[in-house]
């Protein structure tokens, strides 16, 4: 544990974090800035947030870094985060090295052009074997999406004979999404105050613990996540039980 963080308590940290980071845009438009340098210094909070949850030991962190909405930015936005991106992971990568961190790409990926692409299956090949933490980064993702996506593969399935209709369980469809192996997140963090899940995994959020602040995304950093994670280990997890079942030690169902 982190020196600069005494009252966290290892036993009760989320395992899986998912943020939903937003507000560059608005955080550009306060200085006179155009959203692209909103977007630029998105990017340090983003090195921020990794380092910190990796130092702290949360084992899953899920960054909402482009939906399938934003496709329809202005052009020179896409292209801008886009290069953004590109510029991350190869920056970023030595030190995921260091730091254990497994990169992972969930999401409509192939979409992407295709010298981002070779940047993420390089990156992505390069940590694969990394188990200090799995980064999944969320690029043109889009819940519906991954369920209708998850839908097919298990209908193909079906037909190929490969599976029975009454082996279709919760935990069996969660094994066709792009999380499969990952524990769903524990806590889901919004920045920039708008209380909107905007189609982020939108099953595996379930019984997710939710937290939104005020702070613009640029402006987030590894301080305010730790105050989140202090809110976070005051609430009790009751996943439809009671709070006496809980207390008496009953298992989440
Ligand atoms: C939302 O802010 C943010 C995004 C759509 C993109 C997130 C991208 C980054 C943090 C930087 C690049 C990411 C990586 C992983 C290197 P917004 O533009 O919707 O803000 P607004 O609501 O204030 O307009």
């Known amino acids: 544990m982190n020196s600069d963080n005494p009252a966290l308590h290892p036993e ?5 974090i998912a943020i939903i980071m937003d507000g560059n845009g608005r955080w550009a438009k306060k200085r006179s800035l155009n959203r692209i340098r909103g977007h630029r210094e998105g990017t340090e ?4 947030i990794v380092r910190a949850c990796r130092e702290i030991g949360i084992k899953v962190l899920t960054l909402y870094a482009f939906s399938t909405e934003n496709w329809n930015r202005p052009p020179q936005e896409v292209a801008a985060l886009m290069k953004l991106l590109k510029t991350f992971l190869k920056s970023e990568s030595p030190e995921m090295m260091e730091n254990g961190i497994c990169l ?16 993420l299956h390089e990156v992505t090949e390069t940590t694969r074997k990394n188990q200090g933490m799995i980064l999944n980064l969320a690029l043109s993702y889009g819940g519906r999406h991954e369920i209708v996506r998850a839908a097919q593969h298990i209908a193909r399935d079906v037909e190929d004979g490969r599976l029975q209709p009454e082996r279709i369980t919760e935990e069996l469809f ?9 524990p ?14 905007s189609n982020f ?3 595996q959020i379930a ?17 305010e996540l730790i105050l989140i994670l202090r809110d976070y280990q005051k609430r009790e997890r009751r996943f439809g039980l009671t709070g006496d079942q809980i207390r008496k030690g009953s298992r989440r169902p």
């Open 174 to 182: 969660s094994s066709y999404l792009y999380t499969h192996g990952m």
């Open 201 to 203: 995994l939108l099953w």
């Open 12 to 16: 009760s940290l989320p395992q899986h």
């Open 104 to 119: 992972n790409a969930i999401g409509d990926i192939e979409r992407f052009p295709d010298d981002v692409l070779d940047v």
């Open 184 to 197: 769903d997140p524990d806590l889901l963090i919004r920045t920039s105050g708008e209380m909107r899940i």
């Open 45 to 48: 909070s983003v090195r921020d």
């Open 207 to 223: 019984y997710t613990e939710i937290s939104v602040t005020e702070t613009l995304w640029p402006e987030f950093r590894r301080e």
